[in-house]
Structure formats: structure tokens, C-alpha cells
């Protein structure tokens, strides 16, 4: 997998724009002006802004279980706690009751978070003094053991939908950059690992096919077995990285986005395209294909690498039994404005301009 060294650091930024939606809204246009010369500075950036929309807001209260003496009934009497306050002459009662509180994971995560990149050399002086401001509001809130949390269990509604984009970067801040020490401790590590920053290049191709051209219809697709009679049991699920359909439906292009230390793979100085990458993106051309039938189509498929520093790069396009597979490389430390143009050139290539399709 490849260092975010090859990425220039404010396009993380652009990246993680398309992937959380929040970024985009009013009050992130400072943090889109600063030049950052480390990660770190960039996260905490973003935090700042985040927490500080939040607390105008209002912070999450949730009902927690409390149990406590106090001198009237609240909730339910605990009978053994209550007759051992009577027989030390004490005139409270011992009861169990439900209190709104800001003490919930949501916002646990969010100080959490914090508290690990106060801790980091890199963040800037004053970047830390304002994050040590806005703790100020989460002084009633405890910090938990970040490999305890459990994410698939977060769910986000109504009352609390405000937090979906902080939550999803403190994720990639505490699942994707957290190292713990010999004494048990948690650090930053230097870089993102590269199985987030995996999941954010793919996220952010797809919603950037979302966002910019509407025309096309983006989604993770799921894709059909071609099965002949109709007998998938156990058979292991197919879904595309991206998958981009014209407003007809009848021309299609599979991308399989691939965030790898090595674009290609070698043997004996000869550099050939990782086959199982070849073998994936192919299954799911031949696939879909099969789903249309004898209806006119045009079924592609594309292997899309983050460009890495190698001096072999793929640049590749292949007819394979009817179909076109394409393996190219998206240069990361390019300014966005080339990266914009690299991604809307492949709109153009297999989609054409008809119907102004590149009037975004």
C-alpha cells in the first residue's frame, strides 16, 4: 500500500470532502484555504471546525442508567441500598433512574479523538489550544479505550445525524492511524493504514461520480452470478467497487479501485498486471453482461490504481472476449483541479459527451 507521502495532504482533504458530505456545508472554507504540512494538523483542523458547529448545536444527550442516594423516589427504589442507608440512620433513599446525559459513546469518541492528537507533536501549538477550549464542553464526558468500541453498533438518526460525519473521522482517525505501545498506550502512527485509506480512495471515487455527474448513475453495485439453472447457494457476492451506467441503461463501466504499494507485479524484472485483480474485474464484466441478454449493450470494466512512485506505471486496455478491460493509474499528487480532469476524462472516454453529459 502506498504512504500518504504520495498524496499531496490537502487532497486528503478534497478526498475526505466528497466522502463526508458535512465537509462541503458552510464553515469549512477556512480549513480548505490552509496549507498543511502534515496529517496530523489536517485532522485536527477538521475537528475543530466540526465540534465547534456541534456545540452551537447543542451536544448529544442520550438516557443513561444511574444509581444514586438522594432524598426523594426517582425511578426504582433499590430496596438492599435503601434499608442500609435506614439502618445508618441516613434519611435518603438508594434508587435506580434514567438521567439525560452528554456521557454517551458518541461524544466519548469525539474527546477520545482529541485527547490522542493533543498528545501529537506534530499538532500545531495553536490547534491544540482551541481544541483544549472546546473540551471545555465535554468536561462531564468520559474517554474510553478506542479498541473497544465497537462501529458497526453506531446507528445514526434524526437526533443525532449531526454526528455522522465527525464519528466517520474519528474512525479513520482511531482505527486507521492508532498504534499501541509497549506500556500499553496509544500513539499515532506516521501514516494512515492502508486499508482506510483504501476504503476513502474508493469512497471518495464513487461519490465524486455522485456529486459531479449527476447524468451517470454511480453506485457499489451488487452483480449476479450468470448461473445456468438458477442455483447460487453459497456462491461468494460480487460487489463492484463503482459501477457507472449510463441515463439509458444499456452501457455500463465496472471500476475496481485499487490503493496497492505496487501497481504491477514482477518476476524475474518481468512487470505484469496482478492477476487476481485481472481475474476480479473480468468476473465482473462476463457477469453483468450475461444480466442483459440478447438487449443491446456494452458491458466495460476498468482496474483504477492510486498512481504510486514506481517507474512502471500501467496504462493498459485489453479486448477480452467481447469486452474492454482497462488498467490506469489516478495520480494522487496531482492538484485536485488534475485529478478532477484525469476522473471526468474516463466519463468522456466511455460515456461521450451526448446529452452533455460533462455539463456538471
Known sequence: MIKDKSILIKNI?????YAFVSLNQNGYEEVEKEEFDNIYNLFAAILLKGIGRQIKQGL???YIGCRGNIPTVRGKIDMPGTIKEIIARRRVLTCEFDELSENNLLNQIIKTTVILLLRQNQVEANKKAELKKEMLFFSGVDIIDPSAIRWSSIHFQKNNNTYRMLIGLCQLVLEGMLLTTNKGGYRLASFIKPEQMSHLYERFILEYYVREHPKINANASQISWAVD??????????????????????????????????TMQSYYNTYTIHSEHLYQIFAYVK???ASFGSEPHKVSGMILYARTEEEIQPDNTYQMSGNQINVRTLDLNKEFSEIAA???????????????????
Open 229 to 262: 439453472d438458477g442455483y447460487r447457494m453459497a456462491l461468494p457476492t460480487m460487489r463492484s467497487d463503482i459501477t457507472l451506467t449510463n441515463k439509458a441503461g444499456d452501457r455500463v463501466l465496472i471500476i475496481d479501485a485499487k490503493y496497492y504499494t505496487n
Open 287 to 289: 457477469n453483468k453482461e
Open 13 to 17: 482533504y478534497y478526498m475526505l470532502s
Open 60 to 62: 448529544h444527550r442520550e
Open 342 to 360: 484525469q476522473l471526468d476524462k474516463i466519463i468522456l472516454e466511455y460515456f461521450g459527451n451526448n446529452d452533455n453529459i460533462l455539463n456538471k
